[in-house]
Structures are given as C-alpha cells and as structure tokens.
T-cell receptor, first 110, second 118 residues
C-alpha cells in the first residue's frame, strides 16, 4: 500500500530557530513530491520536487529530495510566528493521484 | 497565477438535505479536478478524481451515490452531498490540475468548504 510518513508529528520552536521537517514515502509510480503549508484553510503550494539532489529554495524555506533513500526534507531557517502551520508532504503518482502524509504541526513561539 | 475558488465557503444544513459545492479554476483550464475531505487534525483524504466530460473515479470506501460529482466544463466541478447526515460534517477541499501537459504541472487547492450537518 502506498504511504507517505511525516515526522515529527508536531514541533514547538522559538522564533529564530531552524527547523527540519521530514517526509519518507513508499509509492508504486513516483512522479514528484510536493510540500504544502496549511493554515486555517486549504493548503498552499510550496515546492514540487522531481529530481534528486536539487535544492529548491524560496526565501527562508528550502527543500530537497533523495529518490534513492525515498525521502525529502523541508527546512525553515530563522523561523517566525507566521510560519506556524501544518506542513503537508504529498507524493504525486503517475495517474494523477496525490497521496498525503499526516502532516507536521509546527508552532513557532515568540 | 493559478487560482481555484470554492463556493460556498461554509454551509450548515439539516440532516437529510442535499448540499452542492462548486469548484472553479479561475485562470486556467483543468481537465482533472480532485475532491478531498479533511477531518479535524487529520490529513487530506482523496475522495474522487473528476475528469471533464467523463465519470468520476471514486476512492475505495467512498459512496458514489452519496457524493455525486459532475465535471461539466474545463473550469467547473461540483460535489453534491446527498441526504447529508451529521457524520458527513467535514472540510471539503477541491484541487485542480493545470492541464498544460508539462511535467511541472501541479495541483492547486481551493479554499475549502466547511460543511456542518445538524
């Protein structure tokens, strides 16, 4: 059965800390891996990773994929309270289906 | 941009009534749209995949007669929860895949619809 496992399930840090969120996966027909940020409403897209070893970066957020070891990490540096959210990892299989992990709840304290 | 809208954003209905939720891709064409539901503190669960002009593909355990999906155009899909019951109360989210055919296509999510069945 296809699955996506995220860790940790929740995390509390102080402003300015750096955090690393993990996502491992086992899917049959891997196409790409996506990271989303979900606050009170629907998820907003952060990154899509298709190739191994190529870091994607957007401001203080960055992510990288390891297709050999079947995992990805999402890094957030110099965290701010506005980074508090649920971070979802999803794997996109050929055939259109997105398989989501359970998410990591991040809380950044001021 | 890639904007997906949903309407309504929240709805409260009586048990036994039907509720229709609309999902629109505002600035792109989407041959494929997806419907998810999310219970509190849980992740998104795919309910069905909706392809324009054809029948939706439902995930295992999702009743197709209860959750009617129509994808009549390249920018609109609707989900109708028929004879809603309190256990159907949930957050329903649609997403749309931009159909450019590129390997970089991704799914963009609507803002979600909070359904409460009394």
């Amino acid at each position: 059965e296809d699955k996506v496992v995220q860790s940790p399930l929740s995390l509390v840090v102080h402003e300015g800390d750096t955090v690393t969120l993990n996502c491992s996966y086992e899917v049959t027909n891997f196409r790409s891996l996506l990271w989303y940020k979900q606050e009170k409403k629907a998820p907003t897209f952060l990154f899509m990773l298709t190739s191994s070893g190529i870091e994607k970066k957007s401001g203080r957020l960055s992510s990288i994929l390891d297709k050999k070891e079947l995992f990805s990490i999402l890094n957030i540096t110099a965290t701010q309270t506005g980074d508090s959210a649920v971070y979802l990892c999803a794997v996109w299989e050929y055939g259109n289906k997105l398989v989501f992990g359970a998410g990591t709840i991040l809380r950044v304290k001021s | 941009g890639a904007v997906v809208s949903q309407h309504p954003s929240w709805v409260i209905c009586k048990s036994g009534t039907s509720v229709k939720i609309e999902c629109r891709s505002l600035d792109f064409q989407a041959t494929t749209m997806f419907w998810y539901r999310q219970f509190p503190k849980q992740s998104l669960m795919l309910m069905a995949t909706s392809n324009e002009g054809s029948k939706a593909t439902y995930e295992q355990g999702v009743e197709k007669d209860k959750f009617l999906i129509n994808h009549a155009s390249l920018t609109l899909s609707t989900l109708t929860v028929t004879s809603a019951h309190p256990e159907d109360s949930s957050f329903y989210i649609c997403s749309a895949r931009r159909s450019s055919g590129a390997s970089t296509d991704t799914q963009y999510f609507g803002p979600g619809t909070r359904l409460t069945v009394l």
